[in-house]
């Protein structure tokens, strides 16, 4: 069964920069709809930013302008760039991939916004 796997999580003060990538752990094909979703302590798990197979973009008003999500599709990897972090963007962040009826999830990577 393949999944995606994250990577780039941790601590980061206000204010500042964190990037997060994600990969299949093997081959799954071309044609997926990329995002990121996430969920804080206590909430349910919300969109942050979708890229389609033809990189257009979608992102949550609460986070437009501050990130960026990117895309390789040779190796189906996405990456989410973020700037000017809040604590409120504080959460579980978890890359999914979405083609039909075939949905994969990672398993979650934690991003703490804190002084």
């Known amino acids: 069964q393949v999944q995606l796997v994250e990577s780039g999580g941790g601590l980061v003060q206000p204010g500042g920069t964190l990037k997060l990538s994600c990969a299949p752990s093997?081959?799954?094909?071309?044609?997926?709809?990329m995002g990121w979703y996430r969920q804080a302590p206590g909430k349910q798990r919300e969109l942050v930013a979708v890229i389609s197979s033809g990189d257009s973009t979608r992102y949550a008003d609460s986070v437009k302008g501050r990130f960026t999500i990117s895309r390789d599709n040779a190796k189906n990897t996405i990456d989410l760039k973020m700037n000017s972090m809040k604590p409120e963007d504080t959460a579980v962040y978890y890359c999914?991939?979405?083609?039909?009826?075939?949905?994969?999830w990672g398993k979650g990577t934690l991003v703490t916004v804190s002084s």
């Open positions: 999914n991939a979405r083609l039909g009826v075939r949905n994969y």
């Open positions: 093997g081959s799954i094909g071309n044609g997926y709809s």
